[in-house]
């Protein structure tokens, strides 16, 4: 793994991980419920490769920010704080993570203790009590706990949905070793079809 200390959602977050499939957006190319490829790869890689050539990373001043993402922002210090208190764990801030390739990025919310991540979620009432009723990491959410896992190399994530009025849900993620399989063997088609095209591209340059 590589990691660079920069804040997330800078200026320079944005830079590092340009043109880089991440964690986040991994159900484009692998279909969380199947692990088959996902029909939106193509769409994603033009999107990465078009980010590579112009060396313009989307930037906050592109991005279209939600109610539930300004929740996100402002609930997360306190729901850190709850993880600390009930875990005893020390959290840090993981910036950007990338494999040693450097090839696929990864931005967990925080590295926990020596072995772990922490991956906060602070999602709108309706959604956090069915998160709740089910009791277990949200399909929405498994790939890129699994991502996470697979670009870093550590042990573990923590998952944890954050209510403020709403009690919190808490779960560890191992690596399952047959999403890692299937990611491993994506990523490496993925990648090479992004070098192709990279190749196609610069052939063309002006």
């Known amino acids: 793994m590589k990691h660079y200390d920069v804040m997330q959602?800078?200026?320079?977050?944005?830079t590092l991980r340009m043109g880089k499939p991440t964690a986040s957006e991994m159900d484009k190319i692998i279909t969380p419920s199947t692990l088959k490829p996902s029909k939106q790869a193509y769409d994603y890689m033009c999107r990465l490769l078009a980010e590579w050539y112009l060396q313009e990373p989307f930037t906050t001043e592109t991005m279209v920010y939600t109610?539930?993402?300004?929740?996100?922002?402002?609930?997360?210090?306190?729901?850190?704080?709850?993880?600390?208190?009930?875990t005893g764990l020390a959290t840090t801030p993981a910036g950007l993570c990338t494999d040693d390739a450097g090839t696929v990025a990864a931005s967990p919310d925080r590295f926990s203790g020596e072995e772990g991540l922490l991956e906060i979620k602070c999602p709108m009432p309706p959604k956090m009590v069915s998160y709740l009723l089910a009791g277990e990491v949200p399909l929405e959410h498994r790939l890129q706990l699994e991502s996470q896992l697979y670009v870093t190399g550590k042990a573990?994530?923590?998952?944890?949905?954050y209510g403020d009025k709403l009690p919190p849900l808490l779960l560890r993620v191992y690596p399952d070793p047959k999403v890692q399989a299937a990611l491993e063997v994506a990523l490496a088609l993925f990648c090479s079809d992004l070098e192709a095209g990279k190749r196609k591209l610069e052939a063309m340059r002006l």
């Open 67 to 86: 109610t539930a993402m300004d929740r996100g922002i402002e609930l997360e210090a306190e729901a850190v704080e709850f993880y600390t208190l009930t």
């Open 156 to 161: 573990w994530v923590d998952f944890l949905a």
């Open 9 to 14: 959602q800078s200026k320079e977050w944005f």
